[in-house]
Nanobody
Framework: QLQLVESGGGLVQPGGSLRLSCAAYGSTLEFNGVGWFRQVPGKEREGVAC????????NYADFVKGRFTISRDNAKNTVYLQMNSLESEDTAVYYC???????????????????WGQGTQVTVSS
């Protein structure tokens, strides 16, 4: 059974950087699109970035373009989210999800995700 484990969250000052990791266990990610999402209390979960199985396609939400980079290492069964120039508005719980498809949507929506991680807290504060 596919399980996802996020790591790399924490407290960082505005302008700082973090790299989140999403490691998969129990099954390979090689043939699936993967996305990062975030959620704050009282708001709906929103797509942040996603990447196709072959890494040919990457999509980003407008609010992270130019600051965040999604990548994957299929040999390590892991997807990363490099977050630079962090802002207080980036504070949220970040989740990764694996889609049942190899391609990804422009919005990164994954209504038929195979699995979600438990989330990792990112707090941007001085």
């Amino acid at each position: 059974q596919l399980q996802l484990v996020e790591s790399g969250g924490g407290l960082v000052q505005p302008g700082g950087s973090l790299r989140l990791s999403c490691a998969a266990y129990g099954s390979t990610l090689e043939f699936n699109g993967v996305g990062w999402f975030r959620q704050v209390p009282g708001k709906e979960r929103e797509g942040v970035a996603c990447i196709s199985s072959s890494s040919v396609t990457t999509n980003y939400a407008d609010f992270v373009k130019g600051r965040f980079t999604i990548s994957r290492d299929n040999a390590k069964n892991t997807v990363y989210l490099q977050m630079n120039s962090l802002e207080s508005e980036d504070t949220a719980v970040y989740y990764c999800a694996v889609d049942r498809y190899a391609t990804v949507k422009g919005t990164c929506a994954m209504p038929a995700a195979l699995a979600w991680g438990q989330g990792t807290q990112v707090t941007v504060s001085s």
